[in-house]
């Protein structure tokens, strides 16, 4: 490789290293919000640094929230093929089943109907109501597409990726934490700040096992290490592509 183009990705994952470090360094009850603030806006920019780049055949002509949930599908681990099934079945319950606006393209029924109880579903007992929802109950996107052609051959798959993608943990992250720091200064309303068992590690519910719309928690400390294997994953993708990930004046 080029030793100009080693240095300069090397040198720009070092920038990112360096604002993770500071972000780090914040007393996170004293500064929560600024830690947040900092966080998200640095996934972000990497976001869209990626899909300028390596990431510009995957994203193509996809809005902001579909890459920030491309890219940390692609380099924040498992836990970022999980879709929220009580998002799925609160977006289904109020009418949001378009697959394209502009063509009015809307789920068909028979999936729609599936798709309102996959996972089981069902009324919650007393004691149900009580117990919060863990992320382990939720299912991978691949899961679900592979489940609806199961019991609804007829199914666009493409459509059907599309749509549930915005029930996927990135995309909620982005509108509800993302967008509501940057735009209004604050978490979003779907969205809590409790520290709640593995919410250190994983993303947390502030809400019943069924219960819709649901509340999940995305915490520094658990973001924190998604932003750290991002830079790592994303400069190792430029290091072997050798593409220099700075965007061109």
């Keep these: 490789m080029d030793e100009e183009l080693q240095w300069r990705i090397t040198a720009f994952f070092d920038y990112w290293r360096q604002r993770y470090e500071f972000i ?50 692609s380099y924040g681990g498992e836990i970022f093929q999980i879709v929220s099934l009580p998002d799925i079945w609160s977006r289904v319950d109020r009418g949001d089943i378009w697959t394209d606006r502009q063509k009015k393209g809307k789920l068909p029924e028979d999936v729609c109907k599936f798709l309102s109880t996959i996972g089981n579903r069902k009324t919650p007992t007393l004691i149900e109501e009580y117990q919060l929802r863990q992320s382990s109950a939720d299912w991978s996107l691949d899961t679900i597409i ?91 993708d430029a290091l072997t592509l050798q593409q220099d990930p700075v965007p061109e004046e």
């Design 24 to 73: 780090c360094d914040l007393d996170f009850k004293k500064n929560n919000h600024e830690a947040n603030v900092l966080l998200w806006a640095s996934l972000d920019a990497l976001s869209n640094l990626w899909a300028e780049n390596i990431g510009k055949k995957q994203c193509g002509k996809k809005g902001k929230r579909l890459i920030f949930d491309a890219f940390l599908a």
């Design 146 to 236: 592979t489940s609806t052609l199961r019991d609804c051959p007829a199914t666009n798959s493409t459509e059907l990726g599309e749509w549930l993608i915005l029930s996927r943990y990135g995309a909620i992250a982005y509108k509800q934490m993302r967008s509501a720091y940057l735009h209004e200064g604050r978490s979003g309303k779907g969205t809590h700040g409790f520290d709640l068992y593995e919410s250190a590690i994983r993303p947390t519910y502030l809400s019943g096992i069924y219960t819709t719309p649901p509340r999940i928690g995305f915490k520094v400390e658990f973001m924190l290490d998604i932003l750290a294997r991002c830079i790592a994953a994303f400069e190792a």
